[in-house]
């Protein structure tokens, strides 16, 4: 079975470091989510993307977040500076873009800003 | 803004006892996705309701879509330890860009 890949899939750093999480969409799909999961927030959409061009990015931080596609194998999402707010799992989708359709998930990067 | 709101968003039961989860919304959604999570991985999609009214079976669970296609449900029969998980419901906006409006979810542990 085809499957989003995520890398890393966790990572410890300290505040202020760059952090870049990156993610594999499956082969065909045309478009990507980026979400955050928290306990009290549950799963957040950041940003998503659609034949590589950003659709929205509404639900990210500006001043620190970034999210791109190099190319539609990769996508990545940056955190610069990071911090302990930022704690949290990232998923990665990947799907074919149209109402109804199912989103295919990662497995997340759990991310721990000390 | 669309928002679902998913209740209970714990639950505790024994397995063999029966359990509902409701997904509500002011909203009218072009169709409603159930997804199951286990720690440690990505939500993965149970099943996707489309028709004001419809109901889907999965074993042992049924899914229902509101007559307005604002709502929708989730009814375990006899649950088993393997249902254990987070339990989320996701809409699609009319707008038709694949974009999904996630409810909270709903925990689940079923205890032997």
């Known amino acids: 079975d085809a499957r989003v890949t995520q890398t890393p899939r966790h990572k410890v750093t300290e505040m202020g470091q760059e952090v870049t999480m990156r993610c594999q969409p499956i082969l065909g799909h045309n478009t990507v989510f980026w979400y955050r999961q928290t306990m009290m927030q549950g799963l957040e959409l950041l940003a998503y993307?659609?034949?590589?061009?950003?659709?929205?990015d509404s639900g990210m931080p500006k001043d620190r977040f970034s999210a791109e596609m190099p190319d539609a194998t990769l996508a990545t999402l940056k955190i610069q500076p990071s911090e302990p707010r930022d704690s949290a799992v990232y998923f990665c989708?990947?799907?074919?873009?149209?109402?109804?359709?199912?989103?295919?998930f990662g497995d997340g990067t759990r991310l721990s800003i000390l | 803004t669309q928002l679902l709101e998913q209740s209970p968003q714990f639950l505790s039961i024994q397995e063999g006892e029966n359990l509902t989860v409701y997904c509500n919304s002011s909203s009218v959604f072009s169709s409603l996705q159930w997804y199951r999570q286990e720690p440690g991985e990505g939500p993965v999609l149970l099943v996707t309701v489309v028709t004001g009214g419809e109901v889907k079976k999965l074993k042992r669970l049924t899914f229902q879509f509101g007559d307005a296609r604002k709502d929708s449900s989730l009814h375990i029969t006899a649950a088993q330890p393997g249902d254990t998980g987070l339990y989320l419901c996701a809409g699609a906006t009319p707008s038709n860009t694949g974009k999904l409006i996630f409810g909270q979810g709903t925990t689940l542990q079923v205890k032997p």
């Open positions: 989708a990947s799907g074919l873009g149209q109402g109804g359709q199912p989103q295919h």
């Open positions: 993307f659609r034949n590589r061009a950003p659709l929205d």
